[in-house]
């Protein structure tokens, strides 16, 4: 049996996504085990993350700076805007490095079961980004769910005013899956999205 404070990390960790029971008492054995390569150099990250951590005011990323470091960044083209749910999908999307431009997130989708309405999310901050100019395209990266693609409609309806155009990801089939695997509505999605043999 472990002491209330080991008791009281294992619970604290357990509670993280993608960590259950088992998981967070080996991650509490390899700190207690690794204090001073593990344990020390943890929980000073965590107090500086905790004593700098800030909303970006531009996009809604989290970080320790504000602008944070993408809307920062001069490279970055501004003519194109990414819109995602969450945080997380931003952080997705940015590691692949594959969009070149900047992000807004709502902060949720909608969703009339959980009483979210569209003053929940940071719409109008993305309609007062888009308004001001200067944005070409708006690339609606809303998730594959009933919720997301009412979202990406509800954008694409209050976007069509401004002289921008509106993209949305592509859905369908992943690389490398297989038929026998895939639900039916990413099936029905790549059907819909069909397109000639090159």
């Given at each position: 049996?472990?002491?209330?404070?080991?008791?009281?990390?294992?619970?604290?960790?357990?509670?993280?996504?993608?960590?259950?029971?088992?998981?967070?008492?080996?991650?509490?054995?390899?700190?207690?085990?690794?204090?001073?390569?593990?344990?020390?150099p943890l929980l000073?990250?965590?107090?500086?993350?905790?004593?700098?951590?800030?909303?970006?005011?531009?996009?809604?990323?989290?970080?320790?700076?504000?602008?944070?470091?993408?809307?920062s960044d001069a490279?970055?083209?501004?003519?194109?805007?990414?819109?995602?749910?969450?945080?997380?999908?931003?952080?997705?999307?940015?590691?692949?490095?594959?969009?070149?431009?900047?992000?807004?997130?709502?902060?949720?989708?909608?969703?009339?079961?959980?009483?979210?309405?569209?003053?929940?999310?940071?719409?109008?901050t993305l309609i007062?980004?888009?308004?001001?100019?200067?944005?070409?395209?708006?690339?609606?990266?809303?998730?594959?769910?009933?919720?997301?693609?009412?979202?990406?409609?509800?954008?694409?309806?209050?976007?069509?005013?401004?002289?921008?155009?509106?993209?949305?990801?592509?859905?369908?089939?992943?690389?490398?899956?297989?038929?026998?695997?895939?639900?039916?509505?990413?099936?029905?999605?790549?059907?819909?999205?069909?397109?000639?043999?090159?």
């Amino acid at each position: 049996m472990a002491s209330p404070e080991i008791d009281a990390l294992t619970q604290a960790l357990a509670r993280l996504p993608g960590l259950g029971p088992r998981s967070a008492r080996r991650a509490v054995l390899h700190l207690l085990k690794k204090r001073d390569a593990a344990m020390v150099p943890l929980l000073r990250a965590l107090e500086r993350v905790s004593e700098r951590l800030s909303i970006c005011s531009v996009c809604g990323n989290v970080d320790t700076i504000d602008p944070c470091t993408i809307c920062s960044d001069a490279r970055r083209d501004d003519r194109l805007l990414c819109v995602v749910e969450e945080v997380s999908d931003l952080w997705a999307l940015d590691r692949s490095r594959l969009f070149p431009g900047r992000f807004h997130v709502l902060g949720g989708r909608l969703s009339a079961l959980e009483g979210i309405r569209p003053e929940d999310l940071g719409i109008d901050t993305l309609i007062g980004r888009v308004s001001r100019g200067g944005i070409d395209e708006v690339v609606l990266a809303m998730n594959a769910t009933l919720e997301g693609q009412t979202t990406a409609h509800y954008l694409a309806e209050r976007l069509e005013g401004f002289p921008v155009r509106i993209t949305q990801l592509a859905h369908g089939l992943p690389v490398g899956g297989e038929l026998d695997y895939l639900d039916e509505g990413t099936l029905a999605q790549a059907l819909r999205a069909r397109r000639p043999v090159e």
